[in-house]
């Protein structure tokens, strides 16, 4: 798949509402990936998620440049439509996400 970002925002809760190129809005919540791991602790203020929230480049995804997090396009896609990870994918590999 090769979706595009067109634009993001942040919600609270650390969910980003997400406009793909198809015109589809979706919002995503993000908690559990912001929530675990090193590279996401400044993002756990939700005021500093929502500022630093930025479309990358090309619409290749979502990213948090100054600290060095990015969420590839494709990967929000799946997010927001796990149905389409399983069809693509697999119910197995489904499974394991």
């Given at each position: 798949?090769?979706?595009?970002?067109?634009?993001?925002?942040?919600?609270?809760?650390?969910?980003?509402?997400?406009?793909?190129?198809?015109?589809?809005?979706?919002?995503i919540?993000?908690?559990?990936?912001?929530?675990?791991?090193?590279?996401?602790?400044?993002?756990?203020?939700?005021?500093?998620?929502?500022?630093?929230?930025?479309?990358?480049?090309?619409?290749?995804?979502?990213?948090?440049?100054?600290?060095?997090?990015?969420?590839?396009?494709?990967?929000?896609?799946?997010?927001?439509?796990?149905e389409?990870?399983?069809?693509?994918?697999?119910?197995?590999?489904?499974a394991?996400?």
């Amino acid at each position: 798949m090769n979706h595009v970002v067109r634009s993001a925002r942040a919600r609270t809760g650390h969910r980003v509402e997400v406009v793909f190129d198809t015109g589809e809005k979706c919002t995503i919540d993000l908690s559990e990936f912001v929530s675990t791991g090193e590279v996401t602790v400044n993002l756990r203020d939700e005021e500093y998620f929502g500022l630093a929230l930025t479309v990358l480049d090309d619409g290749d995804g979502i990213g948090w440049p100054a600290v060095d997090v990015e969420i590839d396009a494709d990967a929000l896609w799946y997010k927001a439509h796990p149905e389409d990870w399983a069809r693509d994918y697999g119910e197995a590999a489904f499974a394991r996400t």
